[in-house]
């Protein structure tokens, strides 16, 4: 039997680095619309939702031919809700409905550039090895290594030193890798549903430009100018 699989996409009203951040435009359409159209695209998901406290993104997304069948509470709709509110919230509405997911993949509007293929493969990666939860992850920089790290200039001198003398160079500096999941984060639906991350985990490597995350005009006028490939 095939295991349901959520799609959830939080798209709250509000934004500090860009105001109406998930309705604002991208190449002529709101953000908001590009995650809703690689998520009919995926094979694996059983449905789609958008949570949102905005009457106006509930429009829009209704519009589009998804479910946004309540609006969130403003209490657990700020800058800083944690995103396990956002689920609970979303789980508990449709487990009063009788749909009871066995896993849910969120895919942020932040992050329009990702492919199908990449989220096809998640999905088939977190089902064929049995995961309790998977995400993206993006390879940093060589300078973003702790050894190059300072938080000031005095800092800065100690960990030169230090580095000099331990010979690093950024030629036999083992790969590092950041947690991501703006392109995907995908977690098992639990009978005590207390962390997001949690148990048998596993994570896809994504690269740019499918890893840009939209936080500021600048991130905005970028994604502007590359292609978008659903592909």
Known sequence: MKKKILCLIPARAGSKGIKNKNLVRLKGKPLLYWTIKLAKRIKYFDKIIVSTDSNKIQR???????????????????????????????????????????????????????????????????????LDSLFSAEKIKHTCHPSFVFKNKFDLVKKKLKN???????????????????????????????HLIGGKLGFIIVKKPESYDIDSIEDLKLCEKTKINFS
């Open 60 to 130: 829009y997304a209704l519009k589009q031919g998804v479910d946004c069948p309540f609006l969130r509470p403003k209490m657990i709709s700020g800058s800083k809700t944690p995103m396990l509110e956002v689920f609970n919230h979303t789980l508990k509405y449709l487990s009063d409905s009788n749909y009871n997911p066995y896993a849910v993949v969120l895919l942020q509007p932040t992050s329009p550039m990702r492919t199908a293929v990449t989220i096809n493969k998640a999905c088939k990666m977190f089902l064929k090895k049995r």
């Open 164 to 194: 000099i003398q331990k010979k690093i160079y950024r030629q036999n500096i083992d790969d590092l890798y950041a947690l991501d999941g703006g392109v995907v984060f995908i977690t098992k639906v639990k009978r005590n549903f207390k």
